[in-house]
């Protein structure tokens, strides 16, 4: 039989940097979950990825105790990693941070795919170029 479900959290955690400190005790402790059992397997699981940051879903059952699935890391970050960029633009569309070329936005779509509402690489680089303008980046050839 199924456990039953009592919710899901979503958190952003640096790869093999989880600790009992906000926000993962915070978000972990309101559904009575044994913190430190999380952050042991979560540190675990993601000890090859530090310096990233880790999208997690946790789903909690009622009986106080959960499992999670590890995302890729947010587009953002694929993006600024790529082209060696600090920080997007304050004000995108009106200063520019930089620019990507359509290779690199190729390359960040396929990695991401497996997580993107999209169905083919096509339709996933639309929604990475859209990432890249909204951080104030150009798309070039």
Known sequence: MAKKVKSKIKLQIPGGGATPAPPVGSALGQHGLNIMDFCKKFNAETAKRKGETVPVIITVYIDKTF??????????ELIKKKIGLAKGSGKAGTESAGSISWGDVEEIAKAKMVDLNA???EAAKKIVAGSARSMGLTVTD
């Not at 499992?67 to 953002?76: C, H, M, N, Q």
Request: glycine residues 0%.
């Open 119 to 121: 169905f083919d690489v």
């Open 67 to 76: 499992d999670f699935i590890t995302k890729t890391p947010p587009v953002s």
